[in-house]
């Protein structure tokens, strides 16, 4: 999947209060994902037509408080009957021996599940990738999952 970045919209936000710290151009995608662990402060949002090819509107991306991981947080548009499907897949695919802090829960007011993905235990993350390499992951684990969502059905 490749991101058209003159149509990416960004906003780098305080997380307690969800304010708008900054919107930021395509270039801050440069900026090493090892920026969240200097501003655990802070999320960026993320958001490009692109995304609907893999069923999710915007990407938040931050350090996890608890657990120290790069998180990954997105709605999948996809229906609640696909549960069994999501949880075995993010089971399969996230690779640790420590405790998988990811969540996926069907928020049926809004017709989508909220899912929290660790980054750190996705293949091929590495923490001197830039924000950039690691949206890149994102969008393409999720592209797997909504592939074997489609191939469930």
Not at 27 to 45: A, G, M, Q, R
Not at 80 to 106: G, V, W
Not at 123 to 143: N, R, S
């Amino acid at each position: 999947m490749t991101i058209d970045l003159s149509r990416v919209y960004i906003e780098r936000c305080n997380k307690e209060t969800e304010e708008i710290l900054e919107k930021e151009s395509a270039s801050f995608l440069n900026t090493s994902i090892s920026y969240f662990k200097n501003h655990l402060n802070e999320f960026l949002y993320i958001q490009s037509p692109v995304f609907d090819e893999i069923k999710v509107d915007a990407i938040s991306m931050e350090v996890d408080d608890v657990f120290g991981t790069y998180m990954a947080l997105f709605g999948l548009k996809v229906q609640k009957k696909h549960t069994k499907t999501i949880k075995n897949f993010l089971e399969q695919h996230l690779h640790t021996n420590s405790i998988k802090n990811y969540s996926a829960l069907f928020a049926g007011n809004e017709g989508l599940w909220e899912i929290n993905l660790p980054l750190n235990f996705i293949e091929g993350f590495q923490e001197d990738m830039t924000i950039e390499q690691a949206l890149f992951l994102t969008c393409d684990f999720i592209q797997n999952l909504v592939q074997q969502i489609e191939i469930s059905e």
